[in-house]
Nanobody, 122 residues
């Protein structure tokens, strides 16, 4: 199983980035997919998740209205569109596939990507 995240980088406050995560080695459409982020010294934080069909989405309060999660079940890819970025969004972003219920809990995710760094300058 491989989850390959990309799209991170350096952006100014107020800017946008789009993260992608290509999944291989598992039946992608059968898994709820999530995005988490982590800052050194802090716990991994839930950002967003999307249901198997892509119809239902979940967001952390801190990103609701600014971020949008989506998926393409043909291309086995999950996306995170991030708008109106602030320095507080700076973190390593991870995509993950849920293996148990509970889309907002990191413990529900059994497969993780390697992370992509997002840096937002003020």
């Amino acid at each position: 199983v491989q989850l390959q995240a990309s799209g991170g980088g350096l952006v100014q406050a107020g800017g946008s980035l789009r993260l992608s995560c290509v999944v291989s080695g598992l039946p992608f459409r059968n898994y709820v997919m999530g995005w988490f982020r982590q800052v050194p010294g802090k716990e991994r934080e839930f950002v967003a998740a999307v249901s198997r069909s892509g119809v239902v989405t979940y967001y952390a309060d801190s990103v609701r209205g600014r971020f949008a999660v989506s998926r393409d079940n043909v291309k086995n890819t999950v996306f995170l569109q991030m708008n109106s970025l602030t320095p507080e969004d700076t973190a390593v972003y991870y995509c993950a596939a849920a293996t148990t219920s509970g889309a907002r809990s990191a413990s529900s995710y059994g497969y993780w990507g390697q992370g992509t760094l997002v840096t937002v300058s003020s």
